[in-house]
Structures are given as structure tokens and as C-alpha cells.
């Protein structure tokens, strides 16, 4: 009796137990899939006007769309990134060959990657592919690449002697939240499209769903030579839906002949 009342209580221990486990495993929901196309927007833009208001695109009342000046005749906003004297020296040189015409400076224009963090601007759309141990973007534009290493791996000496475009990323969960940390960037390459950076510069995301489909990336770069602070940008996408789906080739190259 007493052998029979022992194996009954082991078997209930070994349910008890399976059924914790369970409870656990139901109560850690999945990381979310970033898995997708996705293209750029503006949250806090304006909704677009119904046909036949002031508003609307093709009425002679709407006001006309302002241009973007990129050149730098207009000086730095004040959301730009806040450089250091040596820096804005850097700026300067920039500033200058633009507005007389050159590519010189402009990575696009010579089919070149932006780099990090300037190539999250991701103009023409990005691809993120997911596994479990690593994500990767893809980018239309100059058909850039960056992958995200989600298995614990550091970079070794050799990748940190090596700069890249887009660096090394290796990343974390917290929560709901991608957490990425990146180093061994080119300092060739341009931190926000127009401003310079140094050899020191390293740039944290956190990446997440905000609603069903609009990503959001917070990028906080660091750079104790060329930034008097940590700037901040923040960047919107929205997940795109069949046929809109689908990246084309850049094919850049081919039209380098043309960059003065």
C-alpha cells in the first residue's frame, strides 16, 4: 500500500512540475518578428487634405511644398548634431564643396553606403529579415546591408581594426524592445548625411513595435571627439503589404559617370 500511495505521489510531483514549466513557457510570450518591408513616415504629419479642399494636392490654393536645401548655404539646424570646433572646422570644408557643386562629400551621389547611423534613413524602403540568432536589414538604396547579432558573439580585434559602413551590431531583447549596440564604423562617412564624425563613434537602438505594423528606431550616437553631446534621432517605419512588398535592385553604378 505504502509503495503504491510512493509512486502516486511521484507521478503527481512530475505533473505539478510539467505543468509549472508550461505555465512559464505560456507566460514568456515570443520576441516580436520584425520580418518585413518597410518604408519610412512621418507620425506626426498632417493627414492629406480630401480632394477638393484648400489643401489638396492640385488646388491652386494649397501652398507651395518648401524645398530642401542640403547644400548647407543655410547654415545648421538646431536639431542637427552639435559638433565640436574641430569638427565644424571638418563641416565647413563640407559646407563649402557642396554649395560649389561638387559630390565630393556626398556618399549617395558616388554610389556609396551612407554609413551608420545616417543609412537607417532608409529613403527607399528596408528589408529585415529574422531568425533567432541574427537580423538582417536590407536597404534599396546603394543596396546597403547591416546584420544585427543576437547570440551573445562579440567583435574580435580583427573586426574592430576593420571599420565598416554599417559596422559591427551585435543586439539584445528587453522586453519588446531590440537593443543594439554598434562599433567599428568607417569615419569616412557621414553621421547624419552632413555632418563628420570621428573614429570614436558608436551608436545604441532601441528598436520596437509602436502599433500593429510601425516600427520605430531610437538612435542615440556617441562621440567624444566630434560631439559635444549624444544625439539623438528617432526614425519611423511603416510595414508594407503585397505587391508593395518587394525591394528592386539600385544598380547605382551605373550612373557614376555623371558625379562631378
Known sequence: MSKTIALLSAALICLLSGSTASLRAQGTPPHPDFSGVY?????NAAAPAPPGTAGARGNAAAPPRPVAVIDGRAGRPETAPKLTAEYMAKWEILRKSRMSGSSEFDPNARCLSAGMPSMMGMGY????Q?????ITIYGELNDVYRRIFLDGRKPSQKTLDDPTYAGYSTGHWEGNTLVVDTVALRDDTLLDTFSPHSDQMTVSE???????????DRITTTDPKALLEPHLAVHTYRKASPPN????EFSCAEGLSSVK
Open 39 to 43: 518604408y519610412t513616415f512621418n507620425p
Open 125 to 128: 524602403g528596408m528589408e529585415i
Open 130 to 134: 529574422q531568425t533567432k540568432d541574427k
Open 206 to 216: 532601441r528598436i520596437r513595435f509602436t502599433s500593429a505594423g510601425v516600427l520605430e
Open 245 to 248: 512588398d518587394e525591394l528592386r
